[in-house]
């Protein structure tokens, strides 16, 4: 009679997909009972990717891996504290978990230790290794992530695009690429509150001109305009966005020989019900360069980059552009009156040292996630950046004193609140750039771009922070195949999670794009703003930034 352990392995192997995993009787019937009598190696397995210690979602895809250890038979053994083991064998030492059975011992053992027990034949004896362990959080992650998809070329492009993930399993799906509209460039894919409903996605083409794509409940159409980095307000109704003058060029010589710097920029906003576009003039200064608007979850804060303007040339590259630091700044928004206040620094380039960028705040409202780097207002391309957490409980609540007090403040510079600093530096930075991130719906969870391994390709961690701010071990997004990477040329950057799939197809969402209907708006025109409509005649591999 067969034990527990054989039956659940035979059954497993039925139901397990390819990729090396071998159903054989023979391994069934005695690879259990062998293994369980093998020698203790003394020490933990080399396994690909490296899932030990990390903090892992209750819904996520399997966690498939490569045993990096000589042998010509490998058995694998999944355990919790609830539920029957997970027993997976394989010749190749690439191990293919089942979904089903997966994710009944996940849900089964949620904020519990799984542990990942690894046995290999090398010749007739067998060797157990030390256990592996990771720890499943209590809370979900939200079932979607999307992205771009580029090449990481220097300073050019052909093939890109948004994709969407289901994070439960392996599914990747299309938003739109380039290929719907005359191989364009489609980038700043921008989600209200995590909902796919409610999207941005902008578009450059030379056969069909620039435009925003606005997705609202299930209905998509075009504006004539272009917008940059987008954030909607909590109640979906208008969108802030930058409006800048941007330029890509290099360096003779470094790590990273590709920079971005904005020669002119400001922040504008796009009224959904109105169809009209606007900006006040605390958020389009002459003498400012402002970029990254996020909101507070309430929608009474608009928070953004600021950084001053010490050129008038806005068609040369300055030849301090490494000193140019930007300050994190927020500003009250009134959405019943529409009407802005005065901006307040919330922490200065002064203070820190170093360039403040892409701000994100967690649903909750507790937690301010951004990047710092060197200089400059492109993260992705300076190995410099890393990732840090601000507590705004701590900081804002220390300042409601003063913010009353300035209420009625109006002009001039941006108000210092010159509170003491409540941030920190992430443990999970590497010695590569760290950029673009997301939080999930429930605050639990951030997706975040690193280049950490290579310094070339970006790549899409997720990370587990518990409510008192305590960041866990990152984990690569996992793949069907666990040498996907190995030899994967795409680089994925600007991680957005959401709560499902978007729900216009790519095929509709490519006919609006082709399509003559259009919005059109009355852009404030400044140096920053990019002219819309068709672009100039020339080589189809056209600039453009990850």
Known sequence: MMSKYRRSLWL???????????????????????????????????????????????NIAPLNFLVRESGSRYLVRLRSQHGRPLEIASRSGTIAIPLKAWRQLLDANRGGQLTFEVFV?????????????CTIAPEDIDNYLAYRRIHPVH?????????????????????????????????????????????????????????????????????????????????????????????????????????VIDLDSLLAYYDVDSRTVK?????????????????????RFLYFCSAPLTWTERNVIPADYDRIRYDLVRIAYDAQ????????????????????????????????????????????????????????QEKLEAASVKFEARAGTTGGEASDLTLPTSYFKLPINSDQSESWHSWSSNSRWIAFSSKRG???????????????????????????????????????????????????????????????????????????????GPETAGDPYRPTRE
């Open 12 to 58: 497993l192997c039925l139901g397990a997909p390819a990729l090396g995993v071998v159903c054989a009787l023979c391994l069934a019937g005695s690879a259990v009972t062998a293994a369980d009598n093998a020698v203790a190696a003394g020490r933990p397995p080399q396994i690909h990717p490296d899932w030990a210690g990390a903090v892992i979602p209750p």
């Open 121 to 133: 034949q090398d010749g007739k004896a067998w060797r157990r290794f030390d256990p592996l362990a």
């Open 155 to 259: 300073a050019a492009w052909r093939d890109m695009g948004i994709y969407q993930r289901d994070l439960r399993r392996f599914d990747e799906s299309t938003i739109l690429t380039g290929a719907y509209f005359g191989d364009g460039c489609v980038n700043c894919h921008t989600f209200c509150n995590q909902r796919a409903d409610t999207m941005l996605v902008s578009t450059r083409s030379r056969q069909y001109g620039n435009a925003a794509t606005i997705v609202r409940d299930g209905t998509a159409e075009k504006v004539a305009a272009t917008f940059g980095y987008g954030a909607w307000h909590p109640t979906g109704r208008i969108l802030v966005y930058t409006s800048a003058k941007i330029t890509m060029f290099q360096h003779p010589a470094g790590d990273e020989i590709r920079d």
């Open 279 to 299: 900006t006040t003039p605390a958020l389009a200064r002459k003498d400012r360069l402002e970029t990254y608007p996020t909101w507070s979850p309430d929608g």
């Open 337 to 392: 009156r529409d009407a802005w206040g005065e901006p307040e620094t919330i922490l200065s380039a002064r203070e820190t040292g170093q360039s403040i960028l892409l701000p994100r705040i967690s649903p909750d409202g507790r937690w301010l996630l951004f990047t710092m780097c060197r200089y400059g207002c492109f993260p992705v391309y300076q190995q410099s950046s890393d990732l840090y957490l601000m507590d705004l």
């Open 454 to 532: 290579n310094g070339t390709f970006t790549r899409t961690y997720l990370s587990y922070i518990d409510p008192n701010g305590v960041v866990h071990k990152p984990l690569l997004l996992p793949q069907q195949d666990p040498t996907h990477y190995d030899s994967c040329l795409w680089t994925y950057s600007v991680p957005e999670l959401i709560a499902g799939p978007v729900p216009v197809t790519r095929e509709k969402l490519g006919r609006v794009v082709r399509g003559a209907r259009r919005i059109d708006v009355q852009l404030p025109i400044t140096t920053a703003t990019p002219k819309a």
